[in-house]
């Protein structure tokens, strides 16, 4: 995906780092990357509820879909001990995820491959915990993906997304963080992913609108602090970061956190 694709971002990243005093290849506190690889709306946060509504165990063996630079998957390892298995389709930022959790010494609870979320080389059952951060923003048919969720899932287990939806009608302004013009971009309104949601077999535990929540997020991301920050990483970042703020703050788009039982 072209909003993925970027020939410097290695570059990019290595130099971000070092300026602001984590380069090298010593070790690094996980905490201490929160505001770079937590590639969502309001940082590590919203991923802190859910873990704690989704109730994850250290016997957990947790799928991380969509998983970047392995931000999602250091967080969930580090604060539950639980094993993680991170998959994204772009190779960069898989070869970044992998150094970054090996300087966290985390590399052996957390795993990571190349691939389709969308069509999961993974036994059936085979997976306590799906999380869903921020992807199928990218995925025209949703069913698909969400189908694929309930086989992998063993059963009892849970799906725990934090997603962004369509909010009030009105063309975003491009870029954003999952497409540079609209044209990678599928949005379903809150109440139609929730359809979908349940049509593959899951039964809604937690569904809740968490935009207003993400406001005070939004206006910080508008103004350009100088920590460590995504937006100083990403091909036009500081466009993208503060264009996703402010469509938040005009309800064009909304948050959801979901708990959802297969």
């Not at 951060?133 to 990218?138: I, L, R, S």
């Not at 609209?182 to 929730?194: K, P």
Request: charged letters at 25%; glycine letters at 12%; a negative charge.
């Amino acid at each position: 995906m072209r909003a993925y694709e970027d020939p410097e971002f290695e570059r990019r990243l290595g130099a971000h780092l070092a300026e602001h005093g984590l380069g090298g290849s010593g070790p690094l506190a996980v905490e201490a990357l929160h505001g770079v690889d937590q590639f969502h709306t309001g940082g590590p946060a919203p991923i802190l509820r859910l873990i704690e509504h989704g109730e994850l165990r250290r016997s957990d063996r947790v799928l991380d879909l969509g998983a970047g630079l392995g931000g999602v998957s250091r967080l969930v390892a580090g604060e539950t001990g639980s094993s993680v298995l991170g998959i994204d389709a772009t190779r960069t930022y898989l070869e970044a995820a992998r150094s970054l959790t090996a300087r966290c010494g985390l590399q052996s609870a957390i795993s990571f491959v190349e691939g389709d979320v969308t069509e999961l080389d993974l036994d059936d059952g085979s997976v306590d915990v799906a999380l869903l951060v921020h992807v199928q923003v990218n995925i025209e048919h949703k069913a698909d993906l969400f189908r694929g969720l309930r086989r992998v899932l063993r059963p009892a287990g849970k799906l725990l997304l934090w997603e962004i939806v369509a909010g009030r009608p009105g063309e975003l302004p491009w870029p954003m963080p999952w497409s540079l013009d609209g044209s990678e971009s599928h949005l379903a309104t809150i109440d139609e992913l929730r359809g979908v949601v349940e049509s593959a077999g899951f039964a809604v535990r937690r569904w809740e609108d968490r935009s207003e929540p993400m406001f005070a997020w939004a206006r910080r991301v508008q103004a350009r602090g100088s920590r460590p920050s995504l937006a100083g990483v990403l091909l036009d970042g500081h466009a993208r970061i503060s264009n996703l703020g402010e469509a938040i703050l005009a309800r064009k788009v909304s948050l959801v956190e979901g708990v959802c039982d297969a």
